[in-house]
């Protein structure tokens, strides 16, 4: 059930008898990826642009009437980060509006109520968030209102890293090398707005939609500190390829909502660790991606793999998303991602080759599932390293080369210490047997793949 809209009240409206109807002119600032106010690039500019500013967030009905799980931790996740970014607007004597709905009606209405200048926001580059944007750009456009959006959530966006004959990079490599080569001249600009806060509007909106106005219902989840823990970066060169360890960040949620900052981490990482540099770069490097080929969403970066005859067996595909292969490195992970909406990197390595190559299913249906669990799903990491796994997409590891499974669990879980805590029935006749031979199912997918690729 999704309540109507929110508006400001009478009561904000008779505290605050400047907003909307006196000389002060208003710009909106719309946080969408990005919910912090410290080191935004857009609401730096609003809040510069000499205009009074109104910070809003959009709880978007088409992105929220596709989510089938109401249990959705992601959600309460945004819920509980409001909360904190209404508090630190309020201690500035502001606030944040928040509204539910489709966001271009939205804002048309908001825009008749303030008589508003400007839109700012920071530029999300998803297919979707594209579409919807330029929507919101045309109908502000037919109205005299500015729409202004900035890069705030990479360091380098789309078309900032291109070969020489301006065609995107599609190999990893030459791309960072670009990338930090650019870094080197451009540096890293911080966008501060503290000091700039006198230029929201003073006012007190309505209070905030609980999850259950939006239709969904807390799992009181656990979520990571958004907090850098240095100790880590400096050791990940060693411990990140081990799952039982504390061995990598675990921002990837706060990246995904722009809790943090790329640019203080990016610097962080420059001084940390090269190697933790990359992985960020590996980020940007799949969104220039997604955004130069969107249809690899749904197609195979490589064609010819979109031949392979996948058995999709709806058994082992229920089998894999429960944990219960047989394989105890695969399961470990499946099921740490049922109960805590993370997996660690190398398992996400061995369950997505395991569910293309060993099951032989459909990466996109591997794709959705963990879209649909992971709390740092990120449209262009995932379906890029979906493809990688799959073999399917640019930069990816060989198809002949098949991930074992045991032997992987046994180079990077030695002691099993990750698998036993995610399987404690391991070793007693309660925990299943392979639902299938590696040997045979090696073999299968090879065949299957020179099959589709000599098509
Ligand atoms: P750290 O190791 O501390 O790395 C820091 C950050 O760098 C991450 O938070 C992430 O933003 C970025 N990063 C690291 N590795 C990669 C990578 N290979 N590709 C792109 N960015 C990377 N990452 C996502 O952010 N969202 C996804 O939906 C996602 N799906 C994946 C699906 C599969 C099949 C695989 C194999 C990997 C996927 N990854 C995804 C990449 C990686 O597993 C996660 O980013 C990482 O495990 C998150 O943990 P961390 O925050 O501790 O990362």
């Known amino acids: 059930m999704l309540a109507a809209g929110f508006r400001i009240s009478r009561l904000s409206i008779k505290m605050n008898q400047n907003i909307g109807h006196t000389s002060d002119s208003y710009a909106i600032f719309w946080h969408r990826r990005d919910l912090r106010m410290n080191d935004n690039t857009g609401l730096h500019h609003a809040l510069l642009s000499g205009l009074k500013v109104i910070p809003l967030f959009i709880f978007d009905t088409d992105i929220l009437s596709k989510i089938d799980d109401r249990g959705d931790a992601r959600v309460e996740f945004i819920v509980k980060q409001l909360d904190q970014l209404r508090q630190a607007y309020q201690r500035y004597g502001g606030d ?42 045309d109908m502000l456009k037919s109205k005299g209102v500015g729409f202004q959006s900035f890069k705030d959530q990479v360091i380098f966006e789309k078309d900032e890293i291109l070969k020489s004959d301006g065609s995107p990079y599609t190999v990893f490599t030459p791309y960072m090398k670009k990338w930090k080569e650019k870094l080197l001249t451009t540096g890293i600009r911080r966008y501060p707005t503290e000091n700039l ?18 239709g969904f219902y807390g799992l ?27 061995g990598t960040s675990r921002l990837g949620i706060h990246l995904r909502f722009g809790t943090l900052s790329i640019r203080f981490l990016v610097e962080e990482a420059e001084r940390l660790s090269q190697l933790w540099l990359n992985e960020l770069i590996w980020r940007e490097f799949f969104m220039q991606i997604l955004y130069h080929f969107p249809h690899t969403v749904y197609k195979a970066f490589k064609p010819a793999f979109d031949n392979i005859r996948w058995l999709n067996d709806e058994h082992l595909f229920e089998a894999w998303r429960r944990g219960q292969t047989g394989y105890p490195m695969v399961d470990a992970g499946l099921r740490e991602l049922l109960s805590t909406g ?13 569910l293309c190559k060993h099951l032989l299913t459909d990466w ?31 930069d990816a590891a060989p198809y002949f080369r098949v991930f074992n499974p045991s032997l992987q669990a046994e180079r ?44």
């Open 197 to 214: 806060m006198q230029a929201i509007i003073h006012a007190r909106f309505d209070p905030s939609p609980s999850l259950a106005d939006l």
């Open 364 to 394: 996109r249906i591997g794709e959705a599932w963990f879209a649909s669990q992971l709390l740092d799903f990120e449209q262009a990491s995932n379906v890029g390293n979906w493809q990688w796994a799959a073999g399917s997409g640019c």
């Open 96 to 137: 944040l509006l928040l509204k539910i709905g489709k966001p271009v009606r939205v804002l048309d209405e908001l825009q008749e109520q303030f008589n508003l200048k400007a839109i700012y926001t920071n530029t999300d580059y998803e297919p979707y968030a594209r579409q919807r944007d330029q929507e919101v750009a």
């Open 342 to 354: 993370f997996m660690h990197n190398r398992v996400r390595m061995v369950v997505a080759s395991f």
């Open 220 to 246: 009181n989840l656990k979520f990571p500190d958004p907090k850098l823990d240095r100790r880590i970066i400096f050791n990940y060169e060693k411990n990140r390829d081990y799952p039982a360890l504390d």
């Open 412 to 455: 990077f879980d030695p002691q099993e210490k990750y698998i036993r805590k995610w399987i404690p029935e391991l070793g007693t006749s309660d925990y299943p047997k392979p639902v299938v031979d590696h040997d045979f199912a090696r073999k299968r997918a090879i065949e299957a793949y020179k099959k589709a690729l000599s098509v």
